[in-house]
């Protein structure tokens, strides 16, 4: 069983910056792929961006790609999502998740493991 903790969310400006961090309770974390979503009041969640096991690939969604940037330390068992130029369409609770399959994909449907989310506010 992997247990996910995020951290870093928060309040914020637009323009500003944030930088979100998911702590894993495993020793294999290096094996897992990682991915963050986020969910917005009234709408459904959706992918941000995603990591393979060794940081060898990312992607990020269009409505992300050149603000965020993912990332993962798997001396810490921790993976990042640093996130500027915030825009009040960023506000949403963030989570992250992980695949056991290493590969860091954009659909949630291939992750096995979820935090719990921390909330991401941008206002204008």
């Known amino acids: 069983q992997v247990q996910l903790v995020e951290s870093g969310g928060g309040s914020v400006q637009a323009g500003g910056s944030l930088r979100l961090s998911c702590a894993a309770s495993?020793?294999?974390?290096?094996?897992?792929?990682m991915g963050w979503f986020r969910q917005a009041p009234g709408k459904e969640r959706e992918f941000v961006a995603a990591?393979?096991?060794?940081?060898?690939?990312?992607s990020y969604a269009d409505s992300v790609k050149g603000r965020f940037t993912i990332s993962r330390d798997n001396a810490k068992n921790t993976a990042y999502l640093q996130m500027n130029s915030l825009k009040p369409e960023d506000t949403a609770l963030y989570y992250c998740?992980?695949?056991?399959w290493g590969l860091g994909r954009r659909l949630q449907g291939e992750y096995d493991y979820w935090g719990q989310g921390t909330q991401v506010t941008v206002s204008s």
């Open positions: 998740a992980a695949d056991q």
């Open positions: 990591i393979s096991w060794n940081g060898g690939s990312t």
């Open positions: 495993v020793r294999t974390f290096g094996r897992y792929g």
